[in-house]
């Protein structure tokens, strides 16, 4: 991976911007032009890396056990997103998955009929989709690497980045790759957290008012992790990626959704078991009353021409 200079902006960019929140985990720039917010962290995308273990070329059993706990823990979440899809593709089509995580919504898509196609840079994702659910066409490679762009452009009907856009290094290039992979008339699907939410909204204003010695739950949004989150859009952002990239807006809503248990997210902030026994249902109660829409989905469609890749894109 190459240098980048941090001060440019990954969406616009607009150059000179600075540091804007100092976090446990992360420092977070904001574009002073666009306002777009991400971190001065970069993974090595072509390394044979995991998130959950050193381990490559084999399962980890605690790895295994993390995707079944916590990956495949929300039936509901995999329920919106296999319905969102079916409402503009009833029938099957080609699929590409990217980012797919523990490949359960990929193996429903294939039960429904898709031909499913799936990247996950994980390699230990990467090995559980193989070993355990028997997916046969998925790959470690990126997404803008000649394999896919020479060999699959204008393949897929259907692309999906669940949870992917907020973990990697360059979001507009990566966009921008994908919607060449698609169809004229395919579709582009996106869900990720939006920082029009309260949640990011709150620790804004917890640093704005405390000159930065606070930073409430920013300090859980960020993280200068394998795979950790680099950036957050907000719904203005997101239709500025969409508009770089040449796709029509067909749908952008915020929707509340927990992608883990509330214990995952509790636990990253007291170790007390005793609180964590008094919290928990707590927090249950609490969202079930208050639905956060912390959140957004967007749904594009590429019309009949397609902008060509970026030419001066940073280094993927």
Not at 81 to 90: A, D, F, G, K, S
Not at 119 to 131: F, G, K, N, T
Not at 284 to 310: A, H, I, Q, W, Y
């Amino acid at each position: 991976m190459k240098e980048y200079d941090f001060s440019t902006c990954k969406l616009c960019q607009h150059p000179g911007n600075t540091i804007g929140y100092r976090l446990q985990r992360a420092n977070v720039y904001v574009c002073s032009q666009c306002g777009f917010h991400y971190t001065d962290y970069l993974d090595e995308e072509y390394a044979p890396i995991s998130a959950h273990s050193e381990q490559t070329e084999q399962l980890d059993p605690k790895a295994v056990n993390y995707i079944r706990e916590k990956l495949e823990s929300n039936a509901g979440r995999f329920q919106l997103q296999e319905q969102t899809v079916l409402r503009y593709i009833p029938d099957g089509a080609t699929l590409l998955d990217v980012g797919f995580g523990g490949g359960i919504f990929l193996r429903r898509m294939r039960e429904k009929g898709f031909d499913c196609y799936g990247i996950e840079l994980d390699r230990q994702y990467l090995l559980y989709a193989r070993e355990h659910l028997q997916m046969q066409q998925v790959e470690s490679i990126p997404v803008q690497d000649a394999y896919w762009q020479e060999q699959y452009k204008g393949f897929f009907k259907v692309i999906v980045l669940w949870d992917v856009l907020e973990h990697v290094n360059f979001p507009r290039e990566l966009v921008q790759a994908a919607v060449q992979l698609l169809q004229p008339g395919g579709y582009l699907f996106i869900d990720t957290p939006c920082r029009d939410a309260l949640y990011h909204r709150s620790g804004e204003w917890m640093s704005r008012i405390s000159g930065g010695r606070f930073n409430g739950l920013l300090n859980l949004m960020y993280s200068n992790h394998r795979f950790g989150h680099k950036q957050i859009f907000s719904k203005k952002d997101m239709q500025t990626l969409f508009g770089q990239a040449g796709l029509e807006m067909a749908s952008l809503q915020q929707f509340h959704e927990m992608s883990f248990p509330y214990l995952f997210y509790l636990r990253k902030i007291t170790t007390n078991q005793g609180l964590l026994k008094i919290l928990e249902p707590m927090a249950r109660f609490f969202f079930s009353l208050v639905p956060v829409k912390n959140k957004m989905m967007v749904v594009g469609r590429r019309g009949d021409e397609c902008l060509p890749l970026t030419v001066d894109s940073p280094p993927l």
